[in-house]
């Protein structure tokens, strides 16, 4: 809500409060003479119903207004009115209003004279009065009493939700329904508590408000419990999800995926320990969206992150104050509430979990506990998922070079080909290479020195490839390699694998170990290459075809040519 339409609620509230008490003073004269203690005993009671009320279906039901019906049809609209706005800022007390929010006081208490006042006005049109009623005669004005004030907040939400928070206006919805429900319980329960009243006096508020009391708190305690079990069977549940997932990525973007749809949240992160001493956001949650991060990493030293990162402990804080002595804090000033947790595996901190809220109190320890919980699930399935992924490069990567061993590049040409049959590819090069007397490197150097020219060469190829934003490469085996071009055709393959020839034979191998005893520094070797070129589907119409005729290319219009070639299969 914007400042100006604060402002005006302030304005109205502060002028409308006499005005309202006024005319509920003139039109209906307070009867409270000899009534001081049965009037401050419903106060206490409209006060504790706001306080604990009845929780169905994860809802509240509020008993306050079957009270204001006792009251005011006892003592008239003046009492009724002084003692709904007092129980209404106990309410609004009760579920913390916060600063940023505190619009809620002058708008609620607007809307409680509107509702208070218009439904004394339809009562007393309908021949009610006050005191000593009796069931025959004012029954027809204690039904519309009861009805005006459903049908009139109705309508005041309605006005407040298209004019102040510009929603679409909607009547009959599911809060109309349950308030409709409510209406049904509650008017019922308060006329009996009238009638038992004059029967008895300030008893019947002991009769009626302790057994509802209790029945509150009792309710309370086995909804937070029937909470916190349904956290624990989500939480389960998404563990299982995060022990399924096989790489990092998943793990993280289902992780926060759930914790965002579990716990409301105006922001979250997700912090990995980045070489044992850098934080870095991998996961933020903010305005509604999920984004992977990109920062970069920083050091632990400032901030919510750094704090629990040194303390490695979970933290829960209600308000703002309670962690404004962490100090460069990077969260937006309007964060309130937090829950900060250490992500731990074998004693060893591996990330953090952060949520933050702009309310106050907006989290609970219930829900640290299965942030904790779930903390421990995401552990396990980050190491599970680090330990998959380092299975599979070390299966799928050349231990020496570091490059995509055959096993993968057959698994990938296989692909290729069954795309490039589905047209989703136009062409599909295979550039093939060896090295021109490699034989000669290791007997002259050793093969130790043989071993740091293929890295050498590898790291070139791969720069080569990544510059160039195409090409897949791989060590085919020995001193052969292999890179797969998808959709280029054969002049500009041609042309690329010109200038891999050039890179290899235009600048020189350095060699740092050698056999040869004489030499006490690295020397510098030059190699040549050559390469055979074949393109499917003009050259080949299967992946064995396509890899015979790249090698006949490179060993007949290469090799036989005289070496540092670039030759292409010709049919």
């Not at 903010?286 to 984004?291: L, T, Y």
Request: charged letters at 20%; aromatic letters at 12%; glycine letters at 6%.
């Amino acid at each position: 809500m914007g400042r100006k339409m604060q402002a005006a609620l302030w304005i109205c509230w502060i002028v409308s409060t006499p005005l309202f008490f006024m005319i509920a003073y003139h039109t209906s004269p307070p009867i409270y003479q000899g009534f001081q203690w049965d009037i401050t005993a419903f106060l206490l009671l409209m006060c504790l119903v706001s306080v604990w009320p009845i929780i169905i279906n994860d809802t509240p039901i509020f008993y306050v207004q079957g009270v204001s019906l006792v009251v005011f049809l006892l003592f008239g609209l003046f009492i009724e009115l002084l003692l709904t706005q007092i129980a209404v800022i106990v309410l609004l007390l009760k579920v913390r209003v916060g600063s940023k929010d505190l619009y809620r006081y002058p708008l609620n208490a607007l809307l409680f004279y509107f509702i208070s006042i218009g439904s004394a006005a339809i009562y007393y049109l309908a021949g009610g009065t006050h005191g000593r009623l009796t069931i025959n005669e004012d029954l027809l004005a204690i039904f519309l009493y009861g009805l005006s004030i459903f049908v009139i907040n109705q309508f005041l939400l309605s006005i407040i939700q298209v004019v102040i928070y510009k929603m679409r206006f909607a009547f009959f919805t599911r809060s109309f329904l349950w308030e409709c429900f409510t209406s049904l319980l509650v008017f019922p329960m308060g006329i009996g508590l009238y009638f038992l009243y004059l029967q008895v006096g300030m008893k019947a508020i002991f009769f009626v408000g302790t057994p509802f009391l209790g029945l509150s708190i009792f309710l309370s305690l086995y909804y937070k419990s029937q909470r916190i079990n349904r956290y624990l069977q989500k939480a389960s549940e998404i563990g299982h999800q995060l022990t399924e997932k096989l790489h990092k990525k998943d793990v993280l973007d289902i992780f926060m995926e759930k914790i965002v749809d579990m716990i409301p949240v105006e922001r979250a992160y997700l912090i990995d320990v980045f070489e044992k001493d850098m934080l870095r956001i991998v996961r933020r949650y903010e305005n509604g969206i999920i984004h992977a991060s990109g920062e970069e990493a920083k050091s632990p030293d400032r901030g919510i992150s750094g704090h629990v990162y040194i303390m490695r402990e979970s933290f829960l804080f209600h308000k703002r104050k309670q962690w404004k002595h962490i100090q460069q804090s990077q969260l937006p000033k309007t964060v309130e509430s937090l829950i900060a947790v250490p992500v731990m595996r074998n004693q060893v901190l591996i990330g953090i979990v952060i949520l933050a809220s702009n309310k106050k109190h907006a989290f609970d320890r219930a829900q640290l506990m299965i942030i904790d919980l779930l903390s421990v699930y995401l552990g396990v399935a980050i190491e599970n998922a680090k330990n998959y992924e380092e299975t599979r490069r070390q299966s799928e990567h050349c231990s020496l070079t570091g490059l995509y061993n055959y096993r993968y590049f057959e698994q990938k040409l296989e692909r290729d080909f069954q795309r490039l049959h589905q047209h989703e590819l136009a062409a599909l090069t295979l550039i093939l290479l060896d090295i021109d007397h490699f034989k000669n490197i290791n007997d002259t150097y050793g093969h130790y020195s043989g071993n740091e020219v293929l890295i050498q060469l590898s790291h070139r190829l791969l720069n080569y490839v990544k510059k160039q934003g195409i090409g897949t490469v791989a060590r085919y085996g020995g001193e052969e390699f292999v890179i797969l071009l998808p959709n280029m055709d054969k002049q500009s393959s041609i042309a690329y694998a010109e200038e891999i020839r050039q890179l290899i034979a235009n600048h020189p191998f350095e060699i740092d170990h050698s056999l040869q005893n004489s030499l006490s520094r690295s020397i510098a070797v030059f190699l040549t290459a050559s390469i055979g070129v074949a393109t499917a589907p003009l050259d080949a119409e299967d992946t064995f075809s396509l890899i015979r005729h790249a090698d006949r290319a490179m060993y007949i219009g290469a090799k036989k040519a005289g070496r540092n070639k670039v030759a292409v299969y010709v049919s």
